[in-house]
Structure formats: C-alpha cells, structure tokens
C-alpha cells in the first residue's frame, strides 16, 4: 500500500499548520500514559489465550495515534481527523519505512475491529503489543530536535567553548548509540543528542550547574532531557536520584567522561583534567564508576576520536 507524504495532507488542507499550541500537546499526554497504564493492569490480569484480543489491538492503537497527534500539535500542525495523515506523520518523525507499513495495516485492521466486527487472533495482538512498546519511548518524549538545541544555548548566551564542547560530546554519544545499535540495543538517539547538547546549558551559572540546568530544561517542557542533565555530574553520585541509570543517561554521563573542552581524550586524562582544574584530592571513585559505564556501554569496543 502506497502511503502519502505528509506534506501532501497539508496540500490538500486535510491537515492545517497552526501555531504550535504544546497545552495541548501534553495534556493529550497524560492521557496517553493513563491509557498505558490502565492496559499494563489489565494485561496482567488478562488469560494468555485468544480473549480481548480486539481490546489489546484497539487500546494500542489509541497510545500510539494519540502520541503522533500530541507530536503534531507540538509541531504546529492540526492534525483534523485523517488518521492517515498521523500515521504518514510518523515519516516526519524518523520512523522507518516497515514502522510505517505496519502502522497503516494496524489502521486498516483497526478499522475493520470498528466497523466490520472482524476478530484478530493473541498472535496478531502480541506483534501490536510489541510494536507499540518499541515505538511509545520514542513519541512520547518531548525532544527538541538539534537545530532547537542549539538555538537554545544561544538564546541563553552558552559561551561558544562550551558550545564546542556540547557539540563534541553530541558527536561523540552518537558513536556510543552506534555501538549499542550493532548490539540490537534499542536507543532513543534523539533523546541523547538533545541531553548531550543542553548538559551543561547552566555551566557558569552560579551553585551546583547540574542542579540549575536540570530545573531550567525542565522549564523549558523536557523532562526527559532534564532528567539526562540531572544526572551527568559527578558531585552528586551518593545521591541516587542524581545516579545515571538509563541508556541514554549512561552514554551521555560517559561521553561527557570521554571529551576535554571539545576533544576526546581517554577516561583518564579527563579525570586528571577534572582533578587539576577543580582542585580535587584524588577522583578514584568516580573514575571507577565511570569505567564501569564504559565497560557497560563498549564492552571491548573503543571509540578512540
Ligand atoms: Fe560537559
């Protein structure tokens, strides 16, 4: 089946661009993760056999097109009633091409649980499960793309060497998804390259910089970003809120490990870097901690510029 571009929904007026109303957006949200939710309960409830299979299709379907419209209205866009615009818009968000085929076959076979009583077997509902597990992490995280990352940093007057230096560390964490992709490890590399750019957005504001940035980029309607630039500092690692935990948490903590001003450089010689320019007694600790991440993350791999 042949699926439309989406510019060519806004050709056609089936989807008007508006001015990007974000209340909306994460109002629908809320709703969203409610709907999760209330299907995680009743799946573990639920018999392993060809019962409410129509129910697990349906309720997956709703997260996922309600995440791509929640996407849509944070982007400007009104998304009107054409579902296949939504899934079209998927394109738009860097979904390949087989997530796009198998969300419109999910639309069309929805359509058929809706309107011609058509029955799905466990089978068919568990890919649907599957399939929305994988792409939810993905839609409903609120990542600014690179160009706004950027713009931000600018807008708060970021210095252009601590620009430089987020930019190499955005370059370097890209490397480390690379690696855990080979691994079949599933990485929302957006998500990265957004915490890898705004990590030390509060550098030289006055207090602790992890703190004040974490506040600032949560402010900014990112929590998910915030939370990686919660977690990337070093002062803070008794605290267990503060403790990288996530992939994408990890890799942006270790690359941030891995560059000195705007060059890579081993764990090492960043953390006598570190020692030397914040007048440190000894880092064993958080070098230790950081090689256990490294080790986590490369495994015997390297990444060496
Ligand atoms: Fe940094």
């Known amino acids: 089946m042949n699926i439309k571009k989406f510019e060519e929904f806004i050709k056609t007026g089936v989807v008007k661009k508006q001015s990007p109303n974000r209340q909306r957006a994460l109002h629908l949200l809320e709703e969203v993760k409610d709907k999760k939710q209330f299907l995680n309960k009743a799946l573990k409830t639920m018999p392993p056999k060809d019962v409410y299979t129509n129910f697990i299709i349906d309720s997956c379907y709703d997260i996922i097109m309600e995440s791509i419209r929640a996407k849509m209205f944070t982007d400007g866009y009104n998304p009107g009633n054409s579902h296949q615009a939504e ?134 309607g990112y929590p998910e970003v915030a939370l990686i630039v919660k977690k990337h500092g070093l002062a803070d690692l008794k605290n267990d809120d503060c403790v990288p935990k996530t992939w994408e948490e990890k890799i942006v903590f270790y690359s941030d490990k891995r560059v000195k001003n705007d060059r890579v450089v081993s764990a090492d010689e960043r953390f006598e870097y570190i020692k030397q320019k914040y007048n440190k007694a000894d880092v064993e600790i958080e070098l230790k901690f950081t090689k256990e991440i490294e080790k986590e993350l490369l495994g015997n791999e390297k990444i060496l510029n």
């Not at 058509?118 to 600014?144: C, G, Q, S, W």
């Open 87 to 220: 899934v079209s818009y998927l394109r738009n968000l860097g979904f390949l091409e087989p997530h796009i085929i198998f969300m419109d076959e999910l639309r069309y076979n929805r359509n058929g649980i809706k309107y011609y009583g058509t029955i799905f077997d466990r089978e068919y509902a568990d890919n649907v499960l599957d399939f929305m597990e994988r792409i939810y992490p993905k839609l409903i995280v609120n990542i600014p793309t690179r160009e706004e990352c950027i713009k931000i940093l600018k807008e708060n007057n970021v210095t252009d060497n601590i620009i430089a230096h987020l930019k190499a560390v955005c370059e370097f964490s890209m490397k480390v998804v690379d690696v855990l992709e080979k691994k079949g490890i599933n990485v929302n590399r957006e998500l990265v390259a957004a915490g890898a750019l705004l990590h030390d957005i509060k550098k030289l504001a006055p207090g602790n910089h992890v703190i004040v940035g974490y506040e600032f980029v949560k402010s900014l």
